[in-house]
């Protein structure tokens, strides 16, 4: 029962994750740029979600309607700022640069909040929970936490395939030049991209800071994370994004039980195993 | 000849050190049909790229409807109303047939075209509709790449080599629309290696070789022997 319990705990875990990994993937899709700044952008959506709570005293999930679309302005102003403008042919610019904005922003914040860790307080829902029976119960916020990264990914995964922006996504995705000749502006299309993928982070970063400390210099380790279920899951697949997530979450899970060191340890064992057996990962996007 | 549509002016074009075209001046007026042909190498594709913004251009080296368009980019020449079917199609893999049509007509430029009219043009498309574009043969992918064009309600259709790598039968099949296509009112300008197809449907030639208009004139009026001399240069 306790290991049933565990991996419980994992899966919803898992859903964090994948929120963290489903802006990184999104960006990578569209323009072929990995992000390194990505984990420290989630610790800037807290740190935003942190100063909205403080000067509203308002419920960091009623955060939200600021933080996100906050994200979303940042992301579109560097993207059209900044990150268009590394790139090209060459894939080194944009890591070098979105290298140096992590290092930027980790000190930013620093310098800003201090190096003490904090936390955003949720109120009574952080203690609730849903008991399902034989010594099983899950916390209501764990799982409000996976309700909407299901609900991110399936949104994501709409606006990809149902809707006219995710075709001009695609579109530019597949050939950025030709797509200008539909009329689509690429440097638009990008600066848009990465405002949902910031939107994306801005959730993830609010979440995370509810559901545990946080200081800016946790920014690397998100990236990791989010990185490694990104590859589990299998480059372009959104839905194979979120199992990537929950695999993650549920190796930590057990490793943590086996040992409260093994942790992360195990997480990363995971996707080392994964990435031997099947580097493509579990659900590859198939190319026609 | 009526009021031009298109106006090349002297347009030169580079791909780094390399000069691509020289002062090449050609002009499209409405409802005509221009041929550019030429050898491999001539600059065909660079004019085209270059009307098209793929290339920037000198402001003033091209004229659409008398405004210069010539350092526009290529989604802002698109707006204006100029579509280029580009060499070697060009469909997005992975968005299905009417996915490509639909994100060639998402500026919604009035006019003529839409979902219902290409598929009328074109009426294998209609049943291969939910396919992914890759999953159709060349000659349809070409009708996609045609129709994909025409979505965005151009007054002038561009077309780069579009029997290239094609059955003859199939280039028969594709240039039999074409006559359906000028009816509604639009200009041609297509680049073409087969120079009898070009001649059997353009009413104006221009002849490229090595970057320079080497021939130019009513298709009616040229020689097959000049035609020769100015395509290989002797």
């Known amino acids: ?8 705990q994992g899966i919803l875990l898992g859903g964090l994750y994948a929120m963290f990994a489903a802006g990184l993937s999104l960006i990578f899709g569209v323009m072929r740029l990995v992000n390194i700044a990505h984990g420290d952008l989630i610790v800037l959506a807290a740190y935003i979600a942190l100063v909205t709570v403080q000067a509203l005293g308002v419920n960091p999930l009623v955060a939200l309607i600021i933080v996100v679309p906050a994200m979303a302005g940042i992301g579109y102003a560097l993207q059209r700022g900044l990150l268009n403008r590394t790139l090209g042919d060459d894939l080194l610019p944009p890591l070098l640069v979105t290298f140096g904005l992590s290092v930027i922003i980790q000190n930013g914040l ?6 003490d860790s904090v936390k955003l307080n949720a109120g009574a829902i952080e203690i609730a929970s849903i008991q399902l029976g034989g010594g099983l119960a899950v916390g209501t916020l764990p799982l409000l936490q996976f309700g909407l990264a299901v609900a991110v990914i399936g949104g994501l995964q709409w606006l990809f395939y149902r809707t006219a922006l995710g075709r001009a996504f695609r ?34 970063g609010v979440l995370l800071a509810v559901r545990a400390n946080f200081d800016p210099s946790i920014g690397p380790a998100r990236l990791i994370f989010g990185f490694e279920a990104v590859i589990i899951g299998g480059l372009g697949s959104l839905w194979g994004t979120l199992v990537g997530g929950i695999i993650l979450g549920v190796a930590q899970a057990i490793g943590a039980q086996l040992d409260p060191g093994w942790n992360l340890l195990a ?5 080392l195993l994964v990435l031997a057996l099947k580097p493509e990962g579990l659900f590859p996007k198939v190319q026609g | ?12 074009a580079h791909y780094g050190d390399f000069r691509a075209l020289f002062g090449v001046s050609l002009d499209a007026a409405h409802g005509q049909i221009v041929a550019v042909i030429g050898a491999n190498g001539a600059g065909k594709s660079t004019l085209l790229k270059s009307i098209a913004g793929m290339m920037r251009a000198r402001r003033d080296s091209v004229l659409f ?41 998402r500026l919604g430029r009035p006019g003529p075209w839409d979902l219902k009219r290409v598929y009328e043009l074109f009426p294998i498309l209609a049943e291969r509709r939910n396919q992914p574009a890759p999953s159709l043969s060349g000659g349809q992918q070409q009708m996609v790449a045609i129709g994909r064009a025409l979505m965005s309600n151009p007054r002038l259709l561009l077309c780069d080599e579009i029997s290239l790598g094609l059955a003859p039968i199939i280039i028969r099949d594709i240039y039999a629309r074409i006559p359906a296509i000028v009816a509604e009112g639009l200009s041609l300008v297509i680049v073409e290696q087969d120079i009898v197809q070009a001649l059997k449907i353009a009413s104006h030639i221009y002849c490229l070789q090595e970057g320079r208009v080497a021939l130019s004139g009513e298709a009616g009026a040229l020689t097959r022997e000049k035609i020769s001399a100015a395509y290989f240069g002797v």
């Open chain 1, 267 to 271: 997480g990363h064992l995971a996707f």
């Open chain 1, 110 to 115: 620093l310098e800003l909040f201090t190096a």
């Open chain 2, 65 to 105: 409807a008398g405004e210069p368009i010539g350092d526009l980019a290529a989604h802002a020449v698109v707006a204006r109303g100029i579509a280029l079917v580009p060499e070697g199609r060009r469909l997005f893999p992975s968005l299905t047939v009417e996915e490509n049509l639909l994100i060639g007509g």
């Open chain 1, 171 to 204: 579109a530019t995705s597949d050939d950025q030049s030709v797509a200008q000749l539909m009329g689509l502006n690429n440097a638009h299309i990008f600066g848009l991209a990465m405002a949902i993928s910031l939107a994306v982070v801005a959730v993830a």
């Open chain 2, 1 to 12: 000849m009526p009021e031009p549509l298109l106006e090349v002016r002297g347009l030169d």
């Open chain 1, 1 to 8: 029962m306790q290991w049933l319990n565990t991996i419980l």
